[in-house]
């Protein structure tokens, strides 16, 4: 299999705290995507970060990549109760034709007030 | 309009059944995806059109049939299936298909169960 590993696969906090997930993937990459997962629904898209770019950022969430570690992660800082979901690294390796993504095993996030 | 529709949200099926899902974009997309998620585990890709014409197929059984009527509309069939199949079936679609830093819309998926 493909997918990445993701880490931690749960982790808990308490509101206005920082969170960190882990991502590392096994293939070369045109890019690396985050996504979050509220419970049983669609996926949302976070952020994209390029093969060539080292770190990114929007709003709260702040995201770096290396690709000579095949290593991304994930911050969201000032955490919020509705910040609670699954987050999901995913790998694009485009074939010209279509976005190929594969998906890391996830880290469920809870948020407490 | 930014966002992907999927009929229905639940579907009970026999493994006798035929049943098809629905999925519609009206953002002028050009690429539309199916994907199968188990619970607690990352989606998978199943199928991908690009340009109406499907790109990837990843190895999916047959019983599962992808249909591109046109470029809002993508359809899976299902015939004959077996109650491991029993999963949420999100749907995806992206603007540029072909571009370096596409990104992806999900609809609310369809949570199938297999009798």
């Known amino acids: 299999s493909q997918q990445g590993e993701e880490d931690p696969q749960a982790l808990s906090i308490q509101e206005g705290e920082n969170a960190t997930m882990n991502c590392s993937y096994k293939t070369s990459i045109n890019n690396l995507q985050w996504y979050r997962q509220n419970s049983g629904r669609g996926l949302v898209h976070l952020i994209l970060?390029?093969?060539?770019?080292r770190e990114k950022h929007s709003g709260r969430l702040r995201v770096t990549l290396d690709t000579s570690k095949k290593s991304s992660s994930l911050l969201i800082t000032a955490s919020r109760a509705a910040d609670t979901a699954s987050y999901f690294c995913?790998?694009?390796?485009?074939?010209?034709?279509?976005?190929?993504?594969?998906f890391g095993t996830g880290t469920r996030l809870q948020v407490t007030l | 309009d930014t966002e992907v529709t999927q009929t229905p949200k639940h579907l009970v099926m026999g493994m006798t059944n035929k049943k098809s899902l629905k999925c519609e974009q009206h953002?002028?997309?050009?690429?539309m995806y199916w994907y199968k998620q188990k619970a607690k585990k990352p989606p998978e890709l199943m199928f991908v059109y690009s340009y109406e014409k499907l790109s990837i197929n990843e190895s999916v059984p047959s019983r599962f049939s992808p249909e591109c009527p046109n470029s809002s509309l993508l359809n899976l069939h299902l015939h004959a299936l077996q109650p491991e199949d029993s999963a949420l079936y999100l749907c995806?679609?992206?603007?540029?298909?072909?571009?370096?830093?596409?990104?992806?819309?999900f609809g609310p998926g369809t949570r199938l169960t297999v009798l």
């Open positions: 953002m002028g997309h050009r690429a």
């Open positions: 995806a679609s992206s603007q540029e298909p072909g571009l370096g830093t596409d990104t992806q819309y």
């Open positions: 995913a790998t694009d390796r485009n074939t010209g034709t279509a976005s190929k993504l594969t």
């Open positions: 970060i390029r093969s060539n770019e």
